[in-house]
C-alpha cells in the first residue's frame, strides 16, 4: 500500500513538472480592436463573461446528452 501511494505522488509531481511554460507571446493583442467603439472595457468584460457562461452552458448541456441513460 505504501509503495501505491509512493508511486501515485511520483506520478502527481511528474505530471505538474511536465508542464514547460515559455515567454507569453500576446498574439490575441489587439484582437478586439473593432469593439472598442461599440463597448468600454467593462461592458466588453461582463460581454466577455456572458459568452464564456453561455459556452460553459453549452457544452455541460452536450455532455449530459452523450450520457448514456
Known amino acids: 500500500m505504501q509503495?501505491?501511494?509512493q508511486d501515485y505522488?511520483?506520478?502527481l509531481l511528474e505530471k505538474r513538472l511536465k508542464k514547460p511554460r515559455g515567454k507569453p507571446t500576446f498574439?490575441?493583442?489587439g484582437a478586439l480592436k473593432d469593439l472598442r467603439d461599440q463597448y468600454t472595457s467593462v461592458e466588453l468584460q461582463h460581454r466577455i463573461s456572458d459568452w464564456r457562461i453561455q459556452v460553459w452552458?453549452?457544452?455541460s448541456?452536450?455532455?449530459a446528452e452523450a450520457i448514456p441513460t
Open 9 to 11: 505522488i511520483e506520478f
Open 3 to 5: 509503495q501505491q501511494v
Open 61 to 63: 448541456r452536450l455532455k
Open 57 to 59: 452552458e453549452t457544452d
Open 27 to 29: 498574439e490575441w493583442a
